[in-house]
């Protein structure tokens, strides 16, 4: 049944072809967006039970030679597993965190959770403080800069693509589709930072290297790799950039602060 894990061995075919075999792979029996109705077509099979389970790829598979193909699994159930979640009680609070109740454990959850629905509605504010200063400014944004930044995004786009698992070529194709996408969004950076240096000046709003250093062990600190982070952030232009981040920060914080005494 769906939510089950099943053990099974599988032939794959595809435009007549065997493309690939597998034994003994485990798959948890719920809807996956790159395997459409495959779960829903092998549930409650039995042990031993063979049968030919065919899908439709969508065109983001990761596969992209098999993309937007038919698909056809001759599969063969081994072993059934059944998902079983454990009592929720203070035994088991224990187990899985710090905590020595499960009131405990359900009071972070709701702490968690508020602190989630204020991160979202300081972000839809300042947000909303972005659109406003963009809607009001008229001014030109220099074409080679809006060029530097698309590269930028397009670079971070196929990179978060190909870390999720697709094929550099899939990867690269789909950043080209979004690329008038990427170019708004370019420009939108652009003009913004260029309204925030603005502000900067004129509020003579600048960072010390105090504060820089300050945020930069705090950065180091949080990281995975500490060496390797302090390292990197010793770099010059990532001194700059990081410098400019807080400076940002400063002039969004006046902002906020003008528009909540207004």
Avoid at 6 to 26: F, H, Q, R
Avoid at 130 to 144: C, G, M, R, T, Y
């Amino acid at each position: 049944q769906m939510n089950d894990f099943v053990v099974a061995d599988y032939t794959l075919t595809i435009d007549e072809k065997e493309c690939e075999t597998k034994s003994d792979e485990i798959f948890e029996l719920k809807d996956e967006p790159m395997l459409p109705d495959f779960a829903t077509q092998i549930a409650g099979m039995k042990i031993g039970e063979t049968r030919s389970v065919t899908v439709h790829l969508p065109e983001s598979f990761p596969r992209s030679e098999w993309a937007k193909k038919q698909a056809t699994f001759e599969f063969t159930v081994k072993d059934i597993k059944e998902k079983k979640l454990p009592e929720a009680d203070d035994h088991w609070a224990v187990s899985v965190s710090n905590f020595k109740t499960l009131a405990e454990v359900r009071e972070h959850i709701r702490i968690d959770l508020n602190r989630m629905k204020e991160r979202d509605s300081e972000s839809a504010f300042e947000r909303s403080i972005l659109d406003e200063l963009i809607n009001q400014s008229k001014f030109e944004v220099p074409d080679s800069t809006v060029d530097r930044r698309v590269h930028y995004l397009t670079e971070q786009n196929v990179e978060h693509l190909i870390s999720s698992g697709y094929p550099q070529d899939k990867a690269d194709a789909l950043t080209k589709e979004k690329s008038e996408e990427l170019k708004q969004e370019a420009e939108r950076q652009v003009r913004v930072a260029l309204i925030f240096d603005e502000i900067a000046k004129l509020e003579n709003i600048s960072i010390t290297d105090d504060v820089l250093h300050e945020r930069a062990e705090e950065i180091v600190r949080s990281s995975r790799n500490p060496e390797e982070t302090a390292s990197r952030i010793k770099d010059e232009n990532r001194q700059e950039a990081l410098r400019d981040q807080l400076r940002y920060e400063k002039v969004f914080d006046l902002l906020k602060s003008s528009i909540a005494k207004n």
